[in-house]
């Protein structure tokens, strides 16, 4: 019978590219406490005031690979989550940053010998669900410039383990936690002011999230197991509808917010428009994905990596709205494209005004 093996040397030192972005900071603090020596390399910088002093930052963009070639030295484990999210829009930008910084971030691992590198992908790979649970194994169906570009960076991962580079790929479903803002600022603002919850259709389709924690104990796992070379979908084992789980958020907020059900088709046709002329932040990924049943198997992360997710939906939306709630003020009115700032949703705001 084969065992799953995980090995971690004393002190190692861990690289993680996108390392001031939202799960960069949770795993900054997750790595901090095992006692990893902790590099952060983006060309943000670190607002978290709490890690500060703490770890080492690089700014550096993943395009530039004489700087990765440099950072790289002496690291022994790298955690690729840099990238260029959907609100960018621009297709040459996020296929530059996505699949060539990728491309110099495995030539220059390579180079230094790092002993293993984690992508963080996307389940954005799958599509719209074809069949469910979603596996590894399934034929992927990528959506709009991230996703292509995520399925291009895969391709890249598993040619460069070929070549020597040990390496895992993660497919998580989108994860929240505190500190995450995004595209979840739209519910978690309506709740916290009492207007209209907005969703696709009836809000009767299961749809699976993360918890960022579990995502950092996963990205751990996938570093320190002898697997390589392999693709592993992560997701939470317990959730249920989006009408079950935001419903669940206002009643433990005490909100007098209301669930509003959109058309789906005239919805979409509006959002693919609004997408077009940049004029939203939602992608098709999100307006396609919304309304239908989306969720994948985790069996073999639970099998290979002992990955055992710890929080439900409704643990993680409603941990993530008190977050919210109780820091909004340092937040709100400063606008920007990652995971821990505000995005524009002014168009959702005079919306709300007719639902009043």
């Not at 998580?172 to 600022?185: D, H, N, Q």
């Not at 939203?280 to 990596?305: C, G, M, N, Q, R």
């Amino acid at each position: 019978m084969n065992k799953t093996i995980f090995v971690r040397e004393k002190m190692p030192k861990v690289l993680i590219t996108g390392g001031c972005g939202f799960l960069g900071v949770h795993l900054a603090r997750f790595f901090l406490k095992k006692k990893y020596s902790v590099i952060l390399l983006d060309t943000g910088s670190l607002t978290a005031d709490d890690l500060k002093g703490k770890v080492t930052v690089i700014t550096a963009d993943i395009r530039n690979y004489s700087k990765l070639e440099n950072a790289f030295e002496n690291v022994s484990y790298i955690v690729h989550a840099a990238a260029a999210l959907p609100i960018h829009h621009d297709k040459k930008y996020i296929f530059d940053v996505n699949v060539n910084g990728t491309k110099n971030v495995l030539r220059a691992a390579l180079k230094n010998k790092v002993k293993k590198l984690v992508f963080i992908s996307t389940t954005a790979m799958y599509g719209v669900p074809r069949t469910l649970p979603e596996k590894e194994t399934d034929k992927i169906y990528p959506i709009g410039h991230y996703g292509e570009s995520k399925a291009q960076a895969e391709k890249l991962c598993l040619s460069f383990d070929r070549k020597g580079l040990p390496v895992n790929i993660l497919r998580p479903k989108s994860f929240l936690g505190p500190e995450r803002l995004g595209v979840f600022t739209i519910w978690f603002e309506a709740i916290y002011n009492n207007r209209p919850v907005f969703i696709l259709g009836k809000g009767n389709n299961l749809y699976q999230l993360l918890e960022v924690g579990d995502l950092c104990n996963a990205i751990e796992s996938s570093l320190l197991t002898k697997t390589r070379g392999e693709i592993f979908n992560i997701g939470a084992e317990k959730f249920g509808t989006w009408r079950q789980n935001l419903g669940n958020v206002i009643n433990e907020a005490g909100s007098k917010s209301r669930i509003v059900s959109l058309p789906v088709k005239p919805t979409q046709f509006a959002l693919t428009i609004l997408e077009a002329l940049n004029l939203s932040p939602l992608v098709a990924w999100h307006y396609k994905t919304f309304p239908v049943d989306s969720y994948v198997s985790i069996e073999k992360a639970k099998k290979k990596l002992k990955f055992k997710p710890t929080k439900s939906n409704d643990d993680i939306l409603t941990e993530s709205y008190d977050w919210y709630k109780k820091h909004r003020k340092e937040f709100i009115g400063h606008e920007g494209t990652t995971h821990r700032t505000v995005w524009n949703f002014k168009l959702v705001d005079i919306a709300q005004k007719f639902f009043k």
